[in-house]
């Protein structure tokens, strides 16, 4: 198992290294794999670089609310459940999950997502459009973002 990440200053942090990834390229479905990741806790952010050198900021409260969780995402389409309240969530521990993942610990609870590298990386190419969605949704249900 991999080592947890480390507490900074500011965060956690962990490298990556081509042990810690057991010496592969990409990940299984096809995403270059992370070199880094850094949590950010006052701006509430992660950031995640990857092997093909892009970088993604990605905020808590968007990985919260596009958790792959069942919880979450419903056991099939359409079951998916709106995440209201999520502004001010928090990852309180990150986790790593062999060499394929991290599952974070929220701040409101929510620990059973797991997020894959592929899973990572499709959410940093298309987090603009994935963010409008979701205030779209929000808007729609007359929701907040605010618990």
């Known amino acids: 198992m991999c080592a947890p990440f480390e507490a900074r200053p500011g965060g956690y942090h962990r490298r990556f290294t081509e042990k810690t990834l057991m010496s592969a390229s990409q990940a299984p479905g096809g995403s270059p794999l992370p070199t880094e990741i850094?949590?950010?806790q006052k701006s509430r952010v992660m950031e995640i670089s990857?092997?093909?050198g892009r970088s993604f900021k990605l905020s808590y409260e968007l990985l919260r609310v596009y958790s792959p969780s069942a919880e979450v995402r419903g056991?099939?389409?359409g079951q998916e459940v709106l995440q209201v309240g999520k502004r001010q969530v928090d990852i309180t521990t990150l986790e790593p999950v062999g060499s394929y993942a991290v599952q974070p610990v929220f701040s409101d609870g929510h620990s059973?997502?797991?997020?894959?590298w592929d899973y990572l990386?499709?959410?940093g190419e298309n987090q603009d459009r994935l963010w409008a969605e979701y205030l779209e949704k929000m808007r729609?249900?007359?929701a907040s973002r605010d618990a």
Do not use: W
């Open 140 to 142: 729609a249900a007359g």
């Open 112 to 116: 059973t997502g797991i997020y894959s």
């Open 75 to 77: 056991h099939g389409p």
């Open 50 to 52: 990857f092997a093909d």
């Open 121 to 123: 990386y499709e959410l």
């Open 38 to 40: 850094k949590l950010h």
